[in-house]
């Protein structure tokens, strides 16, 4: 089964560092999302692409975040001069939208991201 | 902000139906409800949602009231590995998904 994936699923840096993420979401799903989870809470929403498309970007992406989907397939997330406040749970989701079918959001198993 | 709220913690015994409620008064009529769990440490299960009919799947069951204004969420014989958090969110289209903190079931021995 090739359900979405996430790669690292740790990464620990140091303040100031800069990190990538990335998304493999499921093959022909033509939506993906991104979501940041602290402890505690649900998933926030970050941002997400139709197909190589960036359509709705979350306030709570800073301009230290910069997502791509350059081939409409996987997608990267970078945060730049990283903080302590980043520290989180990544998730990506993907969903295959028809018209305007009702449609569900596959997530993946996430990456934990720790700054020092 | 989460247009649903739900009850931060349930207990349910081994082998029992868990009722899990939530409220979404403000529901529009486009708008779906969707259940989603989370099992610690990895990333969000989609369970089931629907319109205004009940729906049912392998997993649980969903009761919609006929207002729309609430649902309860029903998997009818709850085994050790449903405890999680479980979290309801009302979406047009499945787009952008705002989750509450969702409702911590324990299915205890």
């Known amino acids: 089964d090739t359900g979405v994936s996430q790669d690292p699923r740790h990464k620990i840096t140091k303040r100031g560092q800069n990190v990538t993420f990335r998304c493999d979401p499921i093959s022909e799903h033509n939506r993906l999302y991104w979501y940041r989870q602290t402890l505690g809470q649900g998933p926030e929403f970050l941002t997400y692409?139709?197909?190589?498309?960036?359509?709705?970007k979350s306030r709570l992406l800073s301009d230290r975040f910069s997502a791509e989907r350059p081939k409409g397939s996987f997608s990267t997330l970078e945060i730049q001069r990283t903080e302590q406040g980043d520290s989180a749970m990544y998730l990506c989701a993907s969903s295959l939208s028809i018209s305007s079918n009702p449609i569900e959001q596959f997530f993946g198993p996430g990456t934990r991201l720790t700054v020092l | 902000d989460a247009k649903t709220t739900q009850p931060p913690s349930m207990d349910c015994a081994e082998g029992r139906a868990a009722n899990l409620p939530c409220n979404h008064s403000?529901?529009?009529?486009?708008?779906?409800v969707y259940w989603y769990r989370q099992i610690h440490s990895q990333g969000p299960q989609y369970i089931i949602h629907?319109?205004?009919n009940n729906e049912t799947n392998e997993m649980a069951s969903l009761i919609i009231t006929e207002d729309r204004k609430s649902s309860t969420l029903i998997l009818p014989h709850a085994t050790l590995r449903d405890t999680a958090v479980y979290y309801c969110i009302v979406s047009d289209h499945g787009q952008n998904f705002v989750f509450g903190p969702g409702t911590r079931l324990s299915v205890l021995p």
């Open positions: 629907g319109l205004k």
């Open positions: 403000t529901i529009s009529g486009n708008e779906y």
């Open positions: 692409f139709q197909n190589e498309a960036q359509l709705e």
